[in-house]
Nanobody, 128 residues
Framework: FQLQASGGGLVEPGGSLRLSCVASDFSFADYAVGWSRQAPGKEREGVSCMSSSGSYTFYSDHVEGRFTISRDNAKRTVYLQMNSLIPEDTAVYYC??????????????????????WGTGTQVTVSS
């Protein structure tokens, strides 16, 4: 994998986690990057995306106002700060680069269309 995700874990409802994803590809800054998630028995869902310059962000309706995406191109890293977590956020979270955030907005992330590189997954479990 070109991208390595970390930061998942077990957290109680209302808690917070910060996911990180480090890219080994030095062209990281040229691409949009985002997070998707997949819960058992469910389709992959696009969660958030940030454009290459950081000037545009996308959030799914399920996480807007609770999650914040950011990136540090010098460190080739993208972050997902997750606050006010709820049990429905339980899933394996994946980072991926894409040519644009349209991959996430259109729902193409579900099939992987438009993805340049996938990252490893990190498990997030929200439970009391």
């Amino acid at each position: 994998f070109q991208l390595q995700a970390s930061g998942g874990g077990l957290v109680e409802p209302g808690g917070s986690l910060r996911l990180s994803c480090v890219a080994s590809d030095f062209s990281f800054a040229d691409y949009a990057v985002g997070w998707s998630r997949q819960a058992p028995g469910k389709e992959r869902e696009g969660v958030s995306c940030m454009s290459s310059s950081g000037s545009y962000t996308f959030y799914s309706d399920h996480v807007e106002g609770r999650f914040t995406i950011s990136r540090d191109n010098a460190k080739r890293t993208v972050y997902l700060q997750m606050n006010s977590l709820i049990p429905e956020d339980t899933a394996v979270y994946y980072c991926a680069t894409s040519w644009t955030c349209g991959t996430y907005q259109s729902g193409s992330i579900t099939s992987g269309a438009g993805v340049k590189d996938w990252g490893t997954g990190t498990q997030v479990t929200v439970s009391s």
